[in-house]
């Protein structure tokens, strides 16, 4: 197992994330399997790896009881865990102490290793900022305590909003957990946010480094050209290899949910083999040949001929990741912009393409984008 120092610890560069489980039945309500579960902790501990990631709402609030309990069976010094407060449901905001008290309980500890502001986004900046609610005061408060030894926040807003929320809180931010791999480095614009967390020197936690598994499997083409690159590589191993060489990263959080896949996580995480520049190269070939997006440009031309003042740049980056997985993320990140300022909005006048370089089809990528979140959200 590779190690990364970060403050006085070293930690694994391979965390077990629990919000994929094993599960004691078909369907995401079924269960957490706690017999599978505790064999996979088992060999991950045994294996090296000592950071486990948990939070609030995952697998309907029973993985932090699940985490704590199996983590119970080692000694508290032998790892890190971490959870989070679920800012992500904005009901929780005037709740912080009483929900902070609950996670310690549920998890059987007397401290968190690493605690998490969850997914600050458009729709929550607002409130974790406002002093009214003092989340940042209490936790604060915890942390000298010595109930919380270290604080970060995850994110899946857009690079603005992460910048807001650094340039108020960047002083008291140890770490960043965020959505980063080789297909949303230009989806989501993920290298972007990593150029920011490296020039506030915040070391970068990885959450989905294979995209909910979607970068498990390719199509044969690109996996022959992979292969051809590192015969004795597997395709999952690519996205690692590429997380080893981006800089700034420490941590990468694997949800796996079975063996096979903590088995060959761990074998690849036991070797540091960054990407050459061919390499990265032909892996970024292998993003576009992914990607069916609009290539907006951003230059803005359509937002000021738009007589609904639409963000036009922003709707098609969101429009863009449904094309790819209608995910509940977005949904949410729509969620957070007004309501007549989403693409419903959009009265189909086509003074937007008018002036677009690009010569897009923004009016009907608009209607097309209305009927995709009008279908259930995946996760």
Known sequence: MIYKEFHDLKLSVLGLGTMRLPLRGDGPDAPIDEERAAEMFAYAIDHGINYFDTAYGYHDGE?????????????????????????????????????????????????????????????NIDPYLDEKYGIMEYLSKQKEAGRIRHLGFSAHGRYDTMKRFLDAYGDKMEFCQIQLNYLDWKLQDAKAKVELLN???????????????????????????????????????????????????????????????????????????????????????????????????????????????????????????????????????????PEEKRPSACIGCKSCEAVCPQQLEIAGAMSDFVRRLDAPAGL
């Open 199 to 337: 020039e506030y020197h915040i070391p970068i936690w990885v959450m989905e480094p294979l995209r909910g598994g979607k970068l498990a499997e390719l199509s044969k083409e690109n996996s022959d050209m992979l292969r051809g690159l590192r015969p004795k590589e597997g395709i999952p191993a690519w996205a690692f290899r590429f997380l080893q060489s981006v800089p700034g990263v420490t941590m990468i959080l694997s949800g796996m949910s079975d063996m096979t896949q903590l088995k060959e996580n761990i074998a690849t995480c036991a070797e540091e083999k960054p990407l050459i520049e061919e390499e990265m190269r032909a892996l970024m070939e292998v993003t576009d040949s992914m990607l069916d997006i609009l290539p907006c440009t951003a230059c803005r031309y359509c937002v000021a001929h738009c007589p609904k003042g639409l963000d036009i740049p922003t709707l098609l980056s969101l429009y863009n990741e449904t094309r790819f997985v209608n995910g509940l993320i977005t949904h949410m990140a729509v969620d957070a912009i």
């Open 63 to 123: 993985s932090e009881k699940v985490t704590g309990k199996l983590l119970s069976r080692y000694p508290r010094d032998s790892y890190y865990l971490a959870t989070k407060f679920p800012g992500y449901d904005l009901s929780n905001m005037d709740k912080v102490e009483e929900i902070f008290e609950e996670q310690l309980e549920k998890c059987g500890v007397d401290y968190f290793d690493f605690y998490l502001f969850h997914n600050v986004y458009e729709k």
